[in-house]
């Protein structure tokens, strides 16, 4: 367990459902993350939150909508996914300080698979 | 952007050291050398990160080069649960876009019994 909990573990869902992933840390951090590792690929960051507002989104298609209420929560909101979206998410958070390098907490990630 | 570059893979027999090489050639004066591990079925975790001195904690160590344009993660002794894939990142110490962690394809490990 590594204080940053994502749920659920595994997803499957159709092109047509809507879905949303969740994100819990309790470590006092106060930026989140979601990032999307595909087979073979390098993980992708996908979203940057920082003090509850959303400061980066990485051309990320708008079938993929995150939210974050406060600073221990992340949600990503999905929507008329397609199959290539399959894919492990993972959600991380870290103490951002402008000055400060601070490491990042990754939780163990969602596997979607969209059918 | 600062990149990194590494092995694609590596092996090694439990109970030797590892060292894990990493070359970043354009890394800037600003730049913080962050090694991340990923092990199978979980997300990335912190590894060691540091700035021009070399770095030791209780997973690792940290040798960064004179010039800093190369760095390479020690493992003491390898056991089978450190097989994973372990990534080189460089970020920027004043946050912002440079200090997101930005990961590239690491170095996948293999250790032998």
């Keep these: 367990e590594t204080g940053v909990t994502q749920t659920p573990r595994h997803l499957v869902m159709g092109m047509t459902n809507k879905k949303s992933l969740k994100c819990e840390q309790h470590l006092g951090h106060n930026a989140m993350y979601w990032y999307k590792q595909s087979a073979k690929k390098p993980l992708e960051l996908m979203f940057v939150y920082s003090l509850e507002e959303r400061v980066e989104n990485n051309s990320v298609p708008s079938r993929f909508s995150p939210e974050c209420p406060n600073s221990s929560h992340l949600f990503l909101h999905l929507h008329t996914l397609q199959p290539e979206d399959s894919a492990l998410y993972l959600c991380a958070s870290s103490q951002a300080n402008g000055a400060i390098n601070y490491g990042y907490t990754f939780g163990s990630g969602t596997r979607l698979t969209v059918v | ?113």
């Design chain 2, 1 to 113: 952007d600062a990149k990194t570059t590494q092995p694609n893979s590596m092996e090694s027999n439990e109970e030797e050291p590892v060292h894990l090489p990493c070359n970043h050639s354009t890394i800037s004066g600003t730049d913080y050398i962050h090694w991340y591990r990923q092990l199978p079925s979980q997300g990335p975790e912190y590894v060691i990160h540091g700035l021009t001195s070399n770095v030791n904690n209780r997973m690792a160590s940290l040798a960064i080069a004179e010039d800093r344009k190369s760095s390479t993660l020690i493992l003491h002794r390898a056991t089978l649960r450190d097989a994973a894939v372990y990534y080189c990142i460089l970020r920027g110490v004043y946050g912002g876009s440079q200090g997101n962690l930005i990961f590239g394809k690491g170095t996948k490990l293999s250790v032998k019994p």
